[in-house]
């Protein structure tokens, strides 16, 4: 068993819930997990602390809005942008004092966040690991409606009765949104108590989903409709992974610019799993990518 240590770095007026997994001062080069959303926790993603059995100390943190990190429900959807979390990231970086080396795994908006944070080339950054994320929101709206049309009739028409009328909130239509999410989510059933503590969490408290994404991971109305990264992905010039599930709503066509633009890049792709191949196959994952930062990270190996 690693012993696993919390606490809250100051950002700002605010406070970011952090926990750290094994020993920092290890030598090995330290993992951070940022987590999806934009509005999830880390609970959901806690499978990654499998990896400080390693001997890799792992951070797991809940973003600003979320989990136990300040809440901001009065803050105007303006406020929730991207540049937001990268400073706040930034913070915890130094907090820690692994701003000078440390990983970075994001998954889905947490690879998002890792994908634009690797663009600005920060020094200590030896790794990364993009998780079940896109390239860009347009192509994960494309892959989402040709997704969506594969759901049956009355789902269909389910869901886009509620849109239409503004009724996104009700029972009817988080019912029908939940037969795409045990498709292209997370296939397993039922879902892990870590998953449900996530989504719980979402419910009581959506202001950062629904600012930035919008009422479901399909109806995307909130800042990130237009974001996109691939125009910058050849300044990422460290040893990238990308992780997808073969039932992704990260379907392989929003995930392959990473692969065509990152220069030293891989890609592995889990045959039984959809967005979150970290518990639907929890231990081929893990074994994925610490193989991974094994291989890639020469300074270790050195040290």
């Given at each position: 068993?690693?012993?696993?240590?919390?606490?809250?770095?100051?950002?700002?007026?605010?406070?970011?819930?952090?926990?750290?997994?094994?020993?920092?001062?290890?030598?090995?080069?330290?993992?951070?997990?940022?987590?999806?959303?934009?509005?999830?926790?880390?609970?959901?993603?806690?499978?990654?602390?499998?990896?400080?059995?390693?001997?890799?100390?792992?951070?797991?943190?809940?973003?600003?809005?979320?989990?136990?990190?300040?809440?901001?429900?009065?803050?105007?959807?303006?406020?929730?942008?991207?540049?937001?979390?990268?400073?706040?990231?930034?913070?915890?970086?130094?907090?820690?004092?692994?701003?000078?080396?440390?990983?970075?795994?994001?998954?889905?908006?947490?690879?998002?966040?890792?994908?634009?944070?690797?663009?600005?080339?920060?020094?200590?950054?030896?790794?990364?690991?993009?998780?079940?994320?896109?390239?860009?929101?347009?192509?994960?709206?494309?892959?989402?409606?040709?997704?969506?049309?594969?759901?049956?009739?009355?789902?269909?028409?389910?869901?886009?009765?509620?849109?239409?009328?503004?009724?996104?909130?009700?029972?009817?239509?988080?019912?029908?949104?939940?037969?795409?999410?045990?498709?292209?989510?997370?296939?397993?059933?039922?879902?892990?108590?870590?998953?449900?503590?996530?989504?719980?969490?979402?419910?009581?408290?959506?202001?950062?989903?629904?600012?930035?994404?919008?009422?479901?991971?399909?109806?995307?109305?909130?800042?990130?409709?237009?974001?996109?990264?691939?125009?910058?992905?050849?300044?990422?010039?460290?040893?990238?992974?990308?992780?997808?599930?073969?039932?992704?709503?990260?379907?392989?066509?929003?995930?392959?610019?990473?692969?065509?633009?990152?220069?030293?890049?891989?890609?592995?792709?889990?045959?039984?799993?959809?967005?979150?191949?970290h518990v639907e196959e929890r231990p081929a994952c893990m074994r994925a990518v610490a193989d991974f930062l094994d291989r890639k990270l020469?300074?270790?190996?050195?040290?």
């Amino acid at each position: 068993m690693v012993d696993c240590v919390d606490g809250f770095a100051p950002f700002g007026a605010y406070r970011t819930w952090y926990r750290v997994c094994g020993d920092l001062r290890s030598g090995k080069v330290p993992l951070v997990v940022a987590h999806g959303g934009p509005g999830c926790t880390h609970d959901y993603v806690d499978a990654y602390r499998d990896l400080a059995q390693t001997g890799r100390a792992v951070i797991h943190y809940d973003q600003l809005g979320n989990g136990r990190s300040t809440h901001l429900p009065d803050q105007p959807a303006a406020f929730w942008q991207p540049r937001l979390f990268l400073d706040e990231l930034d913070s915890l970086l130094r907090h820690l004092g692994i701003a000078q080396r440390y990983a970075l795994l994001g998954q889905s908006w947490g690879g998002m966040l890792a994908a634009e944070h690797a663009v600005t080339a920060p020094p200590g950054l030896q790794a990364l690991v993009i998780a079940n994320s896109p390239a860009s929101m347009p192509l994960w709206l494309q892959a989402a409606a040709r997704l969506r049309a594969e759901l049956p009739d009355d789902v269909q028409a389910t869901l886009l009765s509620h849109e239409s009328a503004g009724t996104t909130d009700s029972a009817a239509y988080k019912a029908a949104t939940q037969v795409f999410y045990q498709r292209h989510v997370c296939r397993l059933d039922p879902w892990p108590d870590e998953v449900k503590r996530t989504f719980d969490a979402m419910d009581a408290d959506p202001t950062v989903y629904h600012a930035m994404n919008g009422p479901t991971e399909f109806h995307v109305v909130g800042s990130l409709k237009d974001w996109s990264v691939i125009d910058r992905l050849h300044a990422i010039a460290v040893p990238t992974l990308l992780i997808s599930g073969r039932h992704d709503e990260a379907a392989p066509e929003v995930v392959q610019p990473f692969a065509d633009r990152i220069r030293d890049v891989e890609w592995v792709i889990f045959e039984h799993s959809s967005h979150m191949p970290h518990v639907e196959e929890r231990p081929a994952c893990m074994r994925a990518v610490a193989d991974f930062l094994d291989r890639k990270l020469a300074a270790e190996r050195a040290a």
